[in-house]
């Protein structure tokens, strides 16, 4: 098999994947800076729609979850931090 040939068949295994990814809907808008945690993941950029394509529901739902826990901990820093610096203070009887 040539060279050409051996590209042209991985071209349309590619093409192939991605469009089943599509009818599965397994693709999502990515942030920028999120866009390696999706690669890691095995999502697959879709130039035509602007998105990451996931392999399988699983991995699209660990994403969620990873960048979920992600903005949790961001927002429990900067609470506190407005905590500690007297910008806000806790509610009493409430737990955080």
Not at 21 to 38: D, N, P, T
Not at 67 to 77: D, G, L, S, T, Y
């Amino acid at each position: 098999m040539s060279i050409e040939a051996t590209i042209n068949d991985a071209k349309a295994e590619i093409t192939a994947e991605i469009a089943r990814r599509r009818r599965e809907s397994l693709g999502i808008k990515v942030r920028y800076e999120l866009k390696e945690i999706a690669k890691s993941m095995g999502a697959l950029w879709d130039q035509k729609n602007k998105e990451w394509l996931f392999p399988n529901k699983i991995a699209l739902e660990v994403f969620y979850k990873e960048c979920f826990e992600e903005a949790a901990e961001k927002v429990m820093r900067v609470y506190n931090k407005l905590l500690e610096e007297g910008i806000i203070q806790k509610k009493k009887g409430k737990k955080v």
